[in-house]
């Protein structure tokens, strides 16, 4: 009976339920109507850390960068077409100049006035490496993920099947 001990103890341990996966709480995120700045990026890591069921797209961009510009009516389109989804898009901005962050509200306001955004002007390139570990900060790069399947693009979309294709993984 006593060989068979490390078995029982060892079918007890694998069987046993796991504690629930737990998010931290999102930054508070703004939009078209409000900026939203954060300095670190501590302060907005855990938008990259859910381990819900929803799908996150988190698209980094610049005022200053054109096809990061081209690319988010498609992030919009999207929203819509998936708003009855778990799927949340969200817009940080790379900007570190006043005046580019200055000029981001009229920006949204005409390509993506119901997507969530941030601004992050933490200028530290090793926090690029804790959410990709080959991004060399190119712009324009967009992180979809769920719990522990994650795709990085670091390129622009240049079409909306382009997107949405890189979406379906997340939604079958």
């Known amino acids: 009976?006593?060989?068979?001990?490390?078995?029982?103890?060892?079918?007890?341990?694998?069987?046993?339920?796991?504690?629930?996966?737990?998010?931290?709480?999102?930054?508070?995120?703004?939009?078209?109507e409000q900026t939203i700045v954060y300095d670190r990026f501590e302060d907005v890591a855990p938008l990259f850390q859910q381990r819900s069921d929803t799908t996150y797209v988190i698209n980094f961009w610049a005022t200053w960068c054109k096809p990061c510009r081209e690319e988010i009516p498609y992030l919009q389109q999207l929203?819509?077409?998936?708003?009855?989804?778990?799927?949340?898009?969200?817009l940080v901005s790379l900007d570190t100049e006043a005046g580019a962050i200055a000029r981001i509200p009229a920006f949204l306001q005409q390509t993506a006035p119901t997507l969530p955004s941030i601004v992050l002007t933490d200028e530290d390139p090793a926090w690029g490496k804790?959410?990709?570990?080959?991004?060399?900060?190119?712009?324009?790069?967009?992180?979809?993920?769920?719990?522990?399947?994650?795709?990085?693009?670091?390129r622009n979309f240049r079409t909306y099947p382009d997107l949405r294709a890189a979406l379906d993984p997340f939604l079958g």
């Open 130 to 154: 804790t959410i990709d570990r080959v991004w060399s900060g190119n712009l324009p790069t967009t992180i979809i993920y769920r719990k522990d399947l994650r795709f990085v693009y670091r």
């Open 1 to 32: 009976m006593l060989r068979f001990l490390p078995l029982l103890l060892c079918l007890l341990v694998c069987t046993c339920d796991r504690a629930p996966e737990t998010s931290a709480p999102l930054p508070r995120l703004g939009g078209a």
């Open 79 to 90: 929203a819509r077409e998936e708003a009855d989804q778990k799927v949340v898009i969200v």
